[in-house]
């Protein structure tokens, strides 16, 4: 069965990039981290419109976000499956990636 999202290259790597450093200080931590987004992922799926517009991040049309277990998830609403950009740390400065990482669609 095929999931209900899609993660862009950009998202595969910030997960990857959260789980090594959470696993290097505890792997219990990575893999509640790990379940926390895949659930967040999955409720996003379900209801598209749950997260917010942030205009000071891009205007683009359909682009929404979502916080779950401290980081922000940027994705696109709009499409089936939702598209997910960016599961960035809330410490990261995601005014200045969003933009980068809508270039690259």
């Known amino acids: 069965m095929a999931l209900p999202f899609d993660l862009t290259e950009d998202a595969t790597a910030d997960l990857e990039i959260a789980a090594a450093y959470l696993a290097e ?3 219990e931590a990575a893999l509640r981290l790990a379940d926390d987004l895949e659930n967040a992922f999955l409720l996003i799926a379900q209801h598209p419109m749950v997260g917010r517009v942030r205009d000071e991040y891009s205007p683009l049309e359909g682009l929404r976000f979502w916080t779950s277990a401290g980081y922000l998830i940027a994705y696109l609403s709009d499409r ?24 690259r669609l």
């Open 25 to 27: 200080r505890s792997e």
């Open 80 to 103: 089936s499956p939702i598209l997910i950009l960016a599961v960035l740390h809330g410490a990261r400065d995601a005014a200045s990636i969003i933009p980068n990482r809508i270039g």
